[in-house]
Structure formats: structure tokens, C-alpha cells
């Protein structure tokens, strides 16, 4: 079976085609971080505009790059959301009208859900439910028990910043372009994890969400000088402090450790309570290699189940994978009633 799939939450356009679920036959995508990379961030207005200007020619590369025409596919699977009211106007409209020319299901996936599916694309055989699921996006960042492909339940979320949205805004802080995430990890390979003592946040009385808005102002705080020891100070001569390159690199490379840190031990917590034995990671985080090897070495015994690389980021074959399955259980598909949703609330578990 032959899945189009059309994703177009944020500042990705991208479409793809995929068989059953698991063979991607092609993965097209047109990035607009050059368009927003002067304003240090996605602005909605402009992501729109840019997804109507390229959602065709990306649909057309799609199928040419997979051999394909629209008449050989079976369903068109969109991404409804999380995300900008606007940008997922374009995609939902761009897959209803294909839908309905075509007369072939219409399939709505969560985004979220998707960068799940996508640790599991290039496995051959499903996971050990329930597994751990990790999504580490600009958007969200949440912990979830997979207890099926397509069933989940939320064990904890952040209150506050994404942990990329607080990556971006950290890279902001140093000057760095958007997205921030690569350009924090690159600093960080040559700086001081040890040097700033920087926490993530404790939410109480929800011991596994997450809050990452103190551990960004703690980052401003040292940029400006303000909770520097006096030796610090006195070593960089004068207040306000003069960045060297060294710093910036030990304060990325502290923040990084800071974040990472924290999701580990909020890991460690919810694999206690739920004896998953398997995590599925997603996100574009997920794409942060001292990330991937912090994790490795803090459960040597658990299956660690990364996207692979075209997959991590937002795409599109994740949106027609996932859909697959989708179709499988509701073979007739949505309504075309589909409308876009900015948020999409997992459910929480039940003490
Ligand atoms: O999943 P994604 O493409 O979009 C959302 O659904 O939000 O993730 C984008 C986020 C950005 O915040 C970006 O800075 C972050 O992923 N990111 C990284 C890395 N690569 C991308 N963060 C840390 N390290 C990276 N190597
Ligand atoms: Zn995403």
C-alpha cells in the first residue's frame, strides 16, 4: 500500500511516499530555517506564505523522486497538528483536496505521535510495548509510554520551553544562528560541562514533566555576569563580563550537560515505574550526538531506538508511515471535516 504523506506544522514543507508503513520511497522536504534565521526564530506569518509557495513543487518532487503518479497511491496522510494555526492550514488543505480528487482516504496524524513512529520505521519487527517513548522536539518535549503503535499515554511533559525552544533561545543568548541546537553542540565539544552549575527544573508534585525556563535564565544570568564568582570576574578584568570563546563554549557545553542530566534522571524514573525495556526517541534534539552517547552510557541494558538521520528532524515519511497504520485500523479514514489542531493533549496516566 502506497502512503502520501504531507507535513507542513512549522517551518518544514515536506512530502514523502512510503509502502506499508516502512519503505520510504522518497523523503522530499524544503527547510525554511534560511528564511527565518535572521529573526533568531520561526515567524508564522512568513512560514505560511512559504508553504503555499512550495507545497506543490514539493508534492510533484515527492512522487517523481519515488517513480511515482498520484493515481498509484492508496491514502494521503496529513500531519493536523501540533503546531501554527496557519502553516497546518496548508498541508490539511493541501491533502483534502488531493483526497478528494483522488477519492482515496484521508488520514490526519499527530505530529507528535509521528516523531515516535519514526524510531521505528527501520525496525524489523515492532518494539517491546510498552516502551519508553522520548520526544525531544523545538515544540515539545514529553515522556510517554507506548503501550501500541498508534496507543499512548503521557507520563510527563514540560510546563514551560521545549528543550530545543530552550537550545534555540540559549544559541540566541551566545549569538548563535537558529536553529541553535547544532551550533550549541558544536561549542560544547570544546567546553567545560563543570564550569557553570546549571540545573534542569523539578515541577512539584509531577516528579517526571519537565521545566527548562529557570535553567535558560540561570544561562542569561551568568552571560550577563551577574551570578559569576568574583574570581571569574576578576579574571575577565571588568563587569559586564567580556565573553572569550572559551566561555561561550563552557557554557553551552554546561547547559547541554544540564539539560541532558535532566532527562536521564526523569528517564531513569519513568522506566522504574513503567519496566519498559525499550525507548523510542524523536525530535530533532534527538539529532545532538553527545546526547545519543550520555544516554547510552546511562542505560548500557536498555534498547536504545533512534531515528535514523533524514528522520529525526520534521518530515514527511513519518507522517505516511504512521498513516499507514492508521488506515489499517480505519480503513475508510477521516472525514473531510479534518481540521487543523495547534495542540493535540496526550492523555495523562491515571494513579
Ligand atoms: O523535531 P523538530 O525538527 O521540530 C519540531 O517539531 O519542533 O526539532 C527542531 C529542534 C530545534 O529546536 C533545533 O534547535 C533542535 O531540534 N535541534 C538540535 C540539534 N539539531 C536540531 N538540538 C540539539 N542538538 C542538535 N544537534
Ligand atoms: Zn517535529
Redesign the pocket.
Known amino acids: 500500500m502506497l502512503i502520501l504523506g504531507i507535513e507542513s506544522?512549522?517551518d518544514e514543507t515536506a512530502c514523502a511516499v512510503v509502502r506499508d508503513g516502512k519503505e520510504i520511497l522518497s523523503n522530499a522536504i524544503v527547510s525554511q530555517a534560511l528564511l527565518h534565521e535572521v529573526y533568531g526564530g520561526v515567524v508564522p506569518e512568513l512560514a505560511c506564505r512559504r508553504h503555499v509557495d512550495v507545497i506543490i513543487p514539493v508534492i510533484e518532487e515527492a512522487l517523481a523522486a519515488a517513480s511515482v503518479s498520484l493515481s498509484d497511491i492508496d491514502a494521503i496522510a496529513v500531519a493536523y497538528g501540533p503546531g501554527l494555526v496557519g502553516a497546518l492550514l496548508i498541508g490539511v488543505n493541501a491533502a483534502k483536496s488531493l483526497s478528494m480528487s483522488l477519492n482515496k482516504p484521508l488520514i490526519g496524524v499527530n505530529?507528535v505521535e509521528a516523531?515516535l513512529y519514526a524510531a521505528m520505521m527501520h525496525m524489523p519487527l515492532p518494539p517491546q510495548f510498552p516502551a519508553l517513548g522520548l520526544i525531544l522536539?523545538?515544540?515539545?518535549t514529553a515522556l510517554i509510554s507506548v503501550d501500541d503503535i498508534d496507543t499512548y499515554t503521557l507520563l510527563g511533559q514540560t510546563v514551560d520551553d521545549a528543550i530545543?525552544?530552550a537550545?534555540?533561545k540559549v544559541a540566541k543568548m551566545l549569538e548563535l544562528p537558529y536553529?541553535?541546537?547544532?551550533h550549541?553542540?558544536r561549542l560544547a565539544l570544546n567546553g567545560d560541562p563543570k564550569r557553570f552549575p546549571f540545573k534542569g527544573g523539578i515541577v512539584k508534585g509531577h516528579p517526571l514533566d519537565f521545566s527548562f525556563s529557570g535553567l535558560k535564565t540561570s544561562v542569561l544570568y551568568t552571560l550577563r555576569g551577574q551570578n559569576c564568582s568574583y574570581d571569574q570576574l576578576k579574571e575577565h578584568g571588568n563587569n559586564p563580563w567580556e565573553l572569550s570563546e572559551q566561555d561561550k563554549c563552557d557554557v553551552a557545553a554546561s547547559f547541554q550537560k544540564a539539560a541532558f542530566d535532566d532527562l536521564i534522571k526523569k528517564t531513569r524514573l519513568a522506566i522504574e515505574g513503567t519496566g519498559a525495556t525499550e525507548i523510542l526517541f524523536g525530535?530533532?534534539?534527538t539529532?545532538?550526538k553527545a546526547l545519543r552517547n550520555a544516554f547510552q552510557i546511562a542505560f548500557p541494558h536498555t534498547q536504545l531506538r533512534w531515528p535514523e538521520v533524514n528522520l529525526s528532524?520534521?518530515n514527511a515519511a513519518m507522517i505516511a508511515g504512521l498513516g499507514y497504520h492508521k488506515l489499517k485500523r480505519n480503513p475508510a479514514g477521516d472525514s473531510l471535516d479534518l481540521e487543523p489542531a495547534t495542540r493535540i493533549p496526550f492523555q495523562r496516566k491515571q494513579n
Open positions: 506544522t512549522c505530529h516523531h522536539s523545538g515544540g515539545h530545543g525552544e537550545f534555540d536553529p541553535g541546537g547544532p550549541i553542540e525530535g530533532g534534539v539529532n545532538n528532524l520534521d
